[in-house]
């Protein structure tokens, strides 16, 4: 290896995911051995060409069935790879496993996941198969990860976890009053699902101000006429672990103080500290505004600090202040080596799509604190997200419960589509 590639690799990492990179390079090789190219030109020049009738259409060709099953065999596969490491995780030895041989980065399972059935239901619809140029993509394996995470943790569901931005509504917007996604929320609360919104948003105990951005989602639950005990599960956390509202039956949200739930273990940090590490992750962004000469202004809260540039920043200069404050901040606490989640004071540095923030405390504290909070084990517990890059604030919820990692709202709209089907599947089969 040079050096070169190992600079490159490392500039790259934080923009990986390692088992779905893993996936991918199993898939490669079917597609690149077995791909059908173009039809070959006839010296007429004409091209060959295969006849079928209109009947024909939408059957699948004996090619592409067998590329199906050379992928369905590979997905087989890695399901038993991942079955091998949840027995030896529950053993205490996860790193004998095969699988983390492979993916040394690899977490933990806390279901099994059907990924050949997933992938055949995908496959289904978006004919990874069939395609003869392009291989299966990042974007092809997450949905069928999300799938298969779906399928697996259906039927033992009893709380969903959301985040806000990019998850339920655009980047900076409100909750839509017209949006699909009430009806499906409403759904999941009336199954006696709990439902969360575990956001980076940070208004202190201001629950008109969250009430402001949900406005959309509570009149969907007023015209719903939800019940009190429906309204009750369902809950906001805000700056992600350190405000928290429940729902109240006059569709009101109600601040919970930190003397009602189960805290005090979770986040055992004094203000002192709190603003000591903030004055660090203050001192590391105002050197990023410097020496990039970014146009922004440094904005502190109670338990945050944050860089709100006056234009438009690259992904790569938003990464960049993010992955900074991260060494900036496990420096000062003597971890350079650790996770933002294995140090005395927990914190989150993430780019947000349009600004950077680092908050004291993570989302995984803030699922335990819910998790806690209605009883609900992490194989039965589902967070719904879009920042799962290490420069993002949803990862660290995979220490805590199953994933799911969507792009848009129009995703976790699918996505809870199919999830109430597998739901309706269920219960006609339990009738």
């Known amino acids: 290896m040079t050096s070169q ?48 009738s209109a009947d024909d259409d939408s059957r699948s060709s004996p090619e592409e069935e067998a590329n199906a099953e050379r992928y369905a065999g590979i997905f087989s596969n890695i399901e038993s790879l991942i079955n091998e490491h949840r027995e030896l995780t529950q053993h205490g030895i996860p790193s004998y496993s095969r699988l983390a041989r492979l993916v040394p980065s690899i977490g933990t399972f806390f279901t099994a996941l059907p990924l050949e059935r997933a992938f055949r239901h995908i496959n289904e619809r978006n004919k990874i198969s069939a395609r003869k140029y392009v291989p299966p993509s990042f974007n092809d394996i997450r949905r069928i990860l999300n799938s298969a995470q779906m399928m697996a943790i259906a039927e033992e569901l009893q709380l969903v976890t959301f985040d806000g931005d990019m998850t339920l509504y655009a980047d ?42 949900l406005a959309g989602l509570l009149r969907g639950f007023a015209a719903a006429k939800l019940s009190a005990a429906e309204v009750g599960r369902f809950y906001v956390l805000g700056g992600e672990c350190n405000f928290l509202f429940r729902c109240r039956a006059d569709y009101r949200l109600e601040f919970l103080d930190d003397s009602q739930y189960k805290s005090s273990a979770l986040r055992s940090w004094t203000d002192e500290q709190v603003q000591q590490l903030l004055d660090v992750a203050e001192a590391d962004l105002t050197d990023c505004v410097q020496r990039m ?36 901040l496990l420096k000062f606490q003597g971890s350079p080596k650790s996770q933002p989640c294995d140090v005395p004071i927990p914190f989150c540095a993430f780019n947000g799509g349009a600004d950077c923030w680092v908050d004291i405390g993570n989302k995984l504290i803030g699922v335990r604190i819910l998790q806690e909070l209605v009883a609900s084990p992490p194989a039965a517990t589902l967070h719904v997200g879009d920042q799962f890059l290490s420069t993002g604030n949803d990862i660290s919820t995979r220490a805590a419960c199953c994933t799911c990692w969507i792009v848009n709202p129009d995703e976790t709209r699918s996505m809870l589509t199919e999830l109430e089907a597998i739901l309706d599947q269920k219960q006609e089969h339990s009738g």
């Open 293 to 328: 000469g970014i146009q922004a202004r440094i904005l502190r809260k109670p338990r945050a600090v944050g860089l709100v540039p006056s234009e438009t920043l690259t992904r790569e200069q938003l990464d960049e202040c993010a992955l900074s404050s991260q060494v900036a």
């Open 172 to 213: 900076g917007q409100n909750f839509e009053p017209d949006s699909e996604l009430t009806g499906l929320l409403i759904g999941l609360l009336q199954r006696h699902v709990s439902v969360a919104i575990v956001t980076a948003a940070g208004y202190g105990a201001d629950a008109a101000r969250y009430e402001q951005r």
């Open 5 to 52: 590639y190992r600079v490159n690799y490392h500039l790259r990492a934080h923009k990986r995911d390692n088992l779905i990179e893993f996936i991918k390079g199993m898939l490669l090789t079917p597609f690149v051995l077995h791909s059908q190219p173009a039809p070959a030109q006839l010296p007429d020049g004409t091209r060959e060409t295969i006849s079928s």
